[in-house]
């Protein structure tokens, strides 16, 4: 027994030291953790309150890193979660608004939801392009077909959002800009999938939410259909 005893000491010993040093490790993450939650909270409410968007990147990165934590906070002091989305959105619109504005009005698409059309919308679901509006005058995409088409900008009506990521690889490489109409959440992903597709995307949210019959600033889309860099003289 003692013969042993000094190798089962040394043994223990490296053990809890290798246990303390875990133990350091989860409680420095876990500061970490905090730390970045109230970061993030912090920076969202500052531009949301302000308008004003400061450290960008830093704080997409904090976004995409702690989405779901951030957003089930909220939830739990019973905020909308979808402020984050927002956030997100109004931050990589102001991002992507030079290389948005930089390209032509024919290499840019504007992508509605199926929510918007009315509910007696005549149009039919083409495997490729989505859904066809008819321009029957039911509401107000039978107007932003025509300015569409008036400024060469190509439109597309998406049923669902793989559908709109397949919208998207179908029009490349014509298609280089991209004006999206979605609820926050999906403009949130729409945009992160377009940015991973090299395309700048410009988001408009919905005004009411639902699965049919929404609604959305119409003039809002066209202005930033027509967004171009204004060049000094």
Do not use: W
């Not at 190798?7 to 490296?14: G, P, R, S, T, V």
């Not at 246990?19 to 490790?25: F, P, Q, T």
């Not at 002091?77 to 991002?95: G, M």
């Not at 939801?113 to 007696?120: H, K």
Request: hydrophobic letters at 50%; proline letters at 5%.
């Amino acid at each position: 027994m003692t013969f042993f005893s000094p190798f089962a000491h040394a043994f223990f010993l490296k053990e809890s030291l290798v246990l303390e040093a875990i133990g350091r490790v989860i409680i420095l993450s876990a500061i970490a953790f905090v730390v970045l939650l109230a970061l993030a909270l912090l920076f969202c409410s500052f531009t949301l309150h302000t308008k004003k968007i400061i450290f960008p990147n830093f704080v997409l990165f904090i976004i995409s890193l702690l989405y779901e934590p951030l957003r089930r906070l909220l939830s739990f002091f019973r905020v909308d979660p979808a402020l984050i989305d927002r956030v997100s959105v109004e931050i990589r619109n102001a991002l992507n608004y030079p290389d948005f504005a930089a390209t032509s009005m024919e290499e840019r698409v504007l992508l509605l939801p199926q929510c918007i059309r009315s509910a007696e919308c005549p149009a039919k679901l083409n495997s490729v392009d989505g859904i066809q509006c008819m321009e029957c005058g039911k509401c107000v995409i039978a107007e932003l077909s025509a300015i569409c088409k008036e400024l060469g900008i190509r439109m597309y009506i998406s049923p669902g959002g793989t559908f709109t990521g397949r919208i998207l690889m179908h029009n490349r490489p014509k298609a280089k800009a991209v004006v999206g109409i979605a609820c926050y959440p999906n403009l949130h992903e729409g945009m992160l999938n377009a940015k991973l597709m090299g395309i700048p995307a410009q988001g408009v949210p919905l005004t009411t939410l639902g699965c049919v019959n929404t609604t959305v600033d119409y003039e809002e889309i066209i202005n930033k259909c027509k967004m171009q860099i204004i060049k000094s003289k």
